[in-house]
């Protein structure tokens, strides 16, 4: 049975729908996140579970109970917001006790349960600051236990590392996942960051205009989108448009047409899957990293455009028969090539994703 | 040498401000000092002799006794009153969907608007033996005798009150925008009443506001002038009308100056030790 369940829950406001028709089951102990850009209405979803907006129409089911007229106050769910909303007034101790204080426990009690909430998240020492003293990560951690300590049956978190810098933020994320799987609570992440919600979700849900994109396992998500929303949302992509031909039992063949200067043909190229509607405008959607780079072949023959170290890889910008192509290739340690040099680019059939769908 | 030139440059581009203040400030406020050093005689004026005798007959007299008393009370009363209303009309202001905010942020303002003077000729003729207040009570059948504030306490309360609340609305206000709204939701979620997301969460939040608000509630209470002169009138007189008095009915020019400047003193010395107090409590806390 679902722990968690949002039965085609809706909001309106005014004419503007931010979530449509929304169906989730969450299982218990599950991290699933909502991943979107802005206005997506992940984050008024958020709300809808942490009882701060009511919903238009829909019902919200936790444990079997229906909570969707419950008031927040009496939900007790566990939420970090964005802004961590610390309360300035009070130190890092009296924040993380007041969920308890309101929860009727004695003061020695909360004070000692506190104290542990903190050292949870390593912040055993700075429990007598206020959050003006503290940095972004501490308040961060602060926020994340006082939302602990209460040990609510689900734990909401406002996209909780967006204000940190890259390098926290990475830290972060595997010190909250290893946290979250130890405490064995269910959450529920809203990022528009699709790298955090890869690397921390056992499922993410993509959403799009206040409509579920796509449900998925974060493999899956990556390896097997379901449209070119998500293929371009998760992860980077090129997406090249391309007329579908004539194609035999098993194949479809589609034709991409020439668009730099240098290469005028069209290319056709031939793909496993279901033939297609001769003429359709199709997309084709190819990772960066899929690509094959040589200096002499097999493969299309391209022009280097751009070239951009990153460290661990190369990016670069070819001028390709398909158009420009972002292409990453592994730093293996030898020079990479450079702006007008000439390659060869090849990649694997399963490679390529094909959406009966124009950009 | 550029290093040189760019040190001389805040003082030079300060130094019109600093002057205009020397001149018209500064200037005056220590001739007011100077002259409150002389004494004075009523045959001969202003005598050229340096004594402090005006300080001690201030200083010693019930009667000035009683007018400081009646100021400092009158300034604490009003600053009061000023949180008690004030507090919460900004909290409702802050709340209010926009057009009415802006409808009900000028009507608060409202008084700031009127010159002083029409403002409180107002309320005396509200206030007054045959006004407003005198035709409701009877109108409610509290008898025909004419209700009066003029010339009360209660009357120059109320009537300062009214000016000054916008001080306290503007200053709790300006503390409320800095609230960061999800900490209210955040005391919510973790099983506040909304209640005590009031008490325990906002009010403490915007306790800075309040307390500037009230310095600033009570200076300008302290040194009031035109209310008190005309509800109050010379039955209820606070020191900036007893200073206005001696300089203009009694001609003691340096008796007045004394006055004024004790006021200035004691108002000095009261708000910069209860910002101290302030800055102490919320050092840690806010910036």
Same mark, same amino acid.
């Given at each position: 049975?679902?722990?968690?369940?949002?039965?085609?829950?809706?909001?309106?406001?005014?004419?503007?729908?931010?979530?449509?028709?929304?169906?989730?089951?969450?299982?218990?102990? &599950?991290?699933?996140?909502?991943?979107?850009?802005?206005?997506?209405?992940?984050?008024?979803?958020?709300?809808?579970?942490?009882?701060?907006?009511?919903?238009?129409?829909?019902?919200?089911?936790?444990?079997?109970?229906?909570?969707?007229?419950?008031?927040?106050?009496?939900?007790?769910?566990?939420?970090?917001?964005?802004?961590?909303?610390?309360?300035?007034?009070?130190?890092?101790?009296?924040?993380?006790?007041?969920?308890?204080?309101?929860?009727?426990?004695?003061?020695?009690?909360?004070?000692?349960?506190?104290?542990?909430?903190?050292?949870?998240?390593?912040?055993?020492?700075?429990?007598?600051?206020?959050?003006?003293?503290?940095?972004?990560?501490?308040?961060?951690?602060?926020?994340?236990?006082?939302?602990?300590?209460?040990?609510?049956?689900?734990?909401?978190?406002? *996209?909780?590392?967006?204000?940190?810098?890259?390098?926290?933020?990475?830290?972060?994320?595997?010190?909250?996942?290893?946290?979250?799987?130890?405490?064995?609570?269910?959450?529920?992440?809203?990022?528009?960051?699709? &790298?955090?919600?890869?690397?921390?979700?056992?499922?993410?849900?993509?959403?799009?205009?206040?409509?579920?994109?796509?449900?998925?396992?974060?493999?899956?998500?990556?390896?097997?989108?379901?449209?070119?929303?998500?293929?371009?949302?998760?992860?980077?992509?090129?997406?090249?448009?391309?007329?579908?031909?004539?194609?035999?039992?098993?194949?479809?063949?589609?034709?991409?047409?020439?668009?730099?200067?240098?290469?005028?043909?069209?290319?056709?190229?031939?793909?496993?899957? &279901?033939?297609?509607?001769?003429?359709?405008?199709?997309?084709?959607?190819?990772?960066? *990293?899929?690509?094959?780079?040589?200096?002499?072949?097999?493969?299309?023959?391209?022009?280097?455009?751009? +070239?951009?170290?990153?460290?661990? +890889?190369?990016?670069?910008?070819?001028?390709?028969?398909?158009? *420009?192509?972002?292409?990453?290739?592994?730093?293996?340690?030898?020079?990479?090539?450079?702006?007008?040099?000439?390659?060869?680019?090849?990649?694997?059939?399963?490679?390529?994703?094909?959406?009966?769908?124009?950009? | 040498?550029?290093?040189?030139?760019?040190?001389?440059?805040?003082?030079?581009?300060?130094?019109?401000?600093?002057?205009? %203040?020397?001149?018209?400030?500064?200037?005056?406020?220590?001739?007011?000092?100077?002259?409150?050093?002389?004494?004075?005689?009523?045959?001969?004026?202003?005598?050229?002799?340096?004594?402090?005798?005006?300080?001690?007959?201030?200083?010693?007299?019930?009667?000035?006794?009683?007018? %400081?008393?009646?100021? %400092?009370?009158?300034?604490?009363?009003?600053?009061?009153?000023?949180?008690?209303?004030?507090?919460?009309?900004?909290?409702?202001?802050?709340?209010?969907?926009?057009?009415?905010?802006?409808?009900?942020?000028?009507?608060?303002?409202?008084?700031?608007?009127?010159?002083?003077?029409?403002?409180?000729?107002?309320?005396?003729?509200?206030?007054?033996?045959?006004?407003?207040?005198?035709?409701?009570?009877?109108?409610?059948?509290?008898? =025909? =005798?004419?209700?009066?504030?003029?010339?009360?306490?209660?009357?120059?309360?109320?009537?300062?009150?009214?000016?000054?609340?916008? %001080?306290?609305?503007?200053?709790?206000?300006?503390?409320?925008?800095?609230?960061?709204?999800? #900490? =209210?939701?955040?005391?919510?979620?973790?099983?506040?009443?909304?209640?005590?997301?009031?008490?325990?969460?906002?009010?403490?939040?915007?306790?800075?506001?309040?307390? #500037?608000?009230?310095?600033?509630?009570?200076?300008?209470?302290?040194?009031?002038?035109?209310?008190?002169?005309?509800?109050?009138?010379?039955?209820?007189?606070?020191?900036?009308?007893?200073?206005?008095?001696?300089?203009?009915?009694?001609?003691?020019?340096?008796?007045?100056?004394?006055?004024?400047?004790?006021?200035?003193?004691?108002?000095?010395?009261?708000?910069?030790?209860?910002?101290?107090?302030?800055?102490?409590?919320?050092?840690?806390?806010?910036?």
């Amino acid at each position: 049975m679902s722990f968690l369940t949002l039965e085609s829950l809706n909001k309106e406001f005014g004419d503007f729908t931010a979530v449509r028709d929304m169906n989730l089951t969450i299982e218990q102990g &599950e991290f699933i996140s909502l991943l979107g850009p802005s206005g997506c209405g992940k984050t008024t979803t958020l709300q809808m579970i942490a009882g701060l907006l009511p919903p238009t129409r829909g019902k919200i089911l936790l444990d079997g109970k229906d909570i969707t007229k419950t008031p927040p106050n009496k939900r007790g769910l566990g939420i970090v917001f964005q802004s961590y909303a610390l309360f300035p007034h009070m130190t890092a101790t009296e924040n993380v006790a007041f969920g308890l204080e309101m929860r009727g426990v004695a003061k020695v009690e909360r004070m000692d349960r506190a104290r542990v909430a903190l050292d949870q998240v390593k912040l055993g020492q700075f429990a007598h600051r206020y959050p003006k003293e503290m940095s972004g990560g501490q308040r961060q951690r602060v926020a994340l236990a006082r939302a602990l300590v209460i040990e609510p049956p689900v734990l909401l978190l406002d *996209e909780p590392l967006s204000n940190l810098d890259a390098k926290l933020r990475e830290e972060m994320r595997i010190e909250l996942r290893l946290l979250q799987q130890d405490i064995g609570v269910t959450t529920i992440l809203v990022t528009h960051d699709q &790298e955090e919600a890869l690397s921390m979700s056992d499922r993410i849900v993509v959403m799009k205009d206040g409509d579920m994109a796509q449900i998925a396992a974060p493999l899956d998500l990556y390896e097997r989108p379901l449209n070119t929303f998500v293929s371009d949302f998760v992860g980077k992509t090129n997406l090249i448009k391309a007329r579908a031909a004539a194609g035999s039992q098993g194949q479809s063949v589609v034709i991409v047409d020439g668009h730099a200067d240098t290469l005028t043909q069209n290319l056709t190229l031939a793909l496993p899957g &279901e033939a297609l509607i001769e003429g359709e405008s199709v997309t084709l959607s190819i990772r960066p *990293e899929k690509f094959l780079m040589s200096k002499e072949g097999p493969g299309h023959k391209v022009e280097v455009q751009a +070239s951009i170290f990153m460290g661990a +890889s190369w990016l670069y910008r070819v001028n390709s028969p398909m158009g *420009e192509l972002f292409v990453t290739q592994p730093n293996t340690g030898a020079a990479g090539y450079a702006k007008g040099d000439t390659a060869y680019l090849s990649w694997p059939d399963d490679a390529v994703m094909l959406f009966s769908e124009a950009a | 040498m550029s290093a040189k030139a760019l040190d001389k440059t805040p003082f030079l581009m300060t130094a019109p401000g600093v002057i205009f %203040f020397i001149m018209l400030l500064g200037v005056p406020m220590l001739m007011t000092f100077l002259l409150s050093l002389h004494s004075y005689d009523f045959t001969t004026g202003i005598q050229p002799d340096w004594t402090i005798s005006n300080y001690i007959e201030v200083l010693g007299d019930p009667y000035f006794h009683k007018i %400081f008393g009646r100021t %400092f009370g009158l300034a604490l009363l009003v600053t009061v009153i000023c949180v008690l209303i004030g507090v919460p009309e900004a909290y409702v202001l802050a709340h209010l969907p926009n057009p009415w905010r802006s409808v009900f942020l000028l009507v608060v303002l409202g008084p700031l608007l009127i010159s002083v003077v029409v403002r409180t000729l107002g309320w005396a003729l509200f206030f007054g033996g045959k006004g407003v207040l005198t035709m409701i009570a009877s109108g409610l059948g509290f008898g =025909e =005798e004419p209700v009066s504030l003029m010339f009360t306490f209660t009357g120059m309360t109320i009537a300062l009150v009214h000016v000054l609340v916008p %001080f306290m609305v503007i200053s709790v206000w300006a503390s409320l925008q800095k609230i960061d709204p999800q #900490s =209210e939701d955040a005391a919510l979620t973790l099983g506040a009443s909304k209640l005590t997301v009031l008490y325990r969460i906002t009010l403490p939040q915007v306790m800075p506001g309040i307390l #500037s608000g009230s310095i600033i509630v009570f200076a300008l209470t302290a040194s009031a002038f035109a209310t008190p002169a005309i509800i109050g009138g010379r039955r209820m007189k606070v020191v900036a009308t007893a200073a206005y008095d001696e300089y203009l009915s009694t001609l003691n020019w340096p008796l007045g100056a004394a006055i004024a400047v004790i006021l200035l003193v004691v108002n000095i010395v009261i708000i910069v030790s209860y910002n101290k107090l302030v800055e102490r409590r919320f050092a840690k806390v806010f910036e």
